[in-house]
């Protein structure tokens, strides 16, 4: 089956600990995103990548890292640097759109962080 | 710079009645609209995308929406709920810059009583 995993589905951290959230996709997409989602809120974009070996921060980039080595792998690291972690992390990718189209995103199942 | 709002943070029917869901946009340039649907705890699923062909879009699972230029808006619809439909719906624009990331509405919880 095609898809996008991410893993663990939970995960806790103490304070000052860093934290790598993994994503995974089979679908041959060129596109990677990583978005945090709050109680109430919409998802907001913390780094995305178009290509591998190249990434670019989104809105709310502080506090995390990410690698892009390989096309199929995006983990974002989540440093103690990020003032308030715990969250409910969603990972996406998005194939190359023929001219004059707009692909979709496809997202994983999610990872819950929760700082202790 | 592209924006969408979502009218209500919370709405409740009973089965078998009228959906609506109200979601308005700004957009500087002809958009790329989305819904999805999230179960609690869950990703993403596409339930359907407006990408300037047909302004009446039909998605997954009998849901609707028209995109009304004048209006700027993109209401998205289904003649009858069902239980299963219960989940928080967030109506989306994607932004041709930053890669095509996608803009969220704050979202509204969809209600289902029996």
């Known amino acids: 089956d095609g898809g996008i995993t991410q893993s663990p589905k939970y995960l806790f951290r103490k304070e000052g600990q860093n934290v790598t959230l993994s994503c995974e996709q089979n679908l041959n997409h060129d596109a990677m995103y990583w978005y945090r989602q709050d109680p109430g809120q919409g998802l907001r974009l913390i780094y995305y990548s178009q290509i591998v070996n190249d990434f670019q921060k989104g809105d709310i980039a502080e506090g995390y890292s990410v690698s892009r080595e390989k096309k199929e792998s995006f983990p974002l690291t989540v440093t103690s640097a990020q003032k308030n972690p715990t969250a409910f992390y969603l990972c996406a990718s998005k194939g190359l759109a023929l001219k004059g189209s707009y692909n979709e995103q496809f997202f994983g199942p999610g990872t819950r962080l929760t700082v202790l | 710079a592209q924006s969408v709002t979502q009218l209500d943070s919370h709405v409740s029917v009973s089965e078998g009645t009228p959906v609506l869901l109200r979601c308005n946009y700004s957009s500087s340039y002809s958009p790329s609209l989305f819904w999805y649907v999230q179960h609690p705890n869950k990703g993403l699923q596409l339930l359907l995308k407006?990408?300037?062909?047909?302004?009446l879009v039909k998605g997954i699972n009998g849901f609707e929406a028209e995109f009304k230029k004048s209006e700027t808006s993109f209401h998205l619809t289904k003649p009858s709920a069902h239980m299963s439909d219960a989940a928080e719906y967030f109506c989306v624009v994607s932004d041709y810059n930053q890669g095509g990331k996608l803009i969220f509405g704050q979202g509204t919880e969809l209600s289902v009583k029996p």
């Open positions: 407006y990408t300037s062909a047909a302004t």
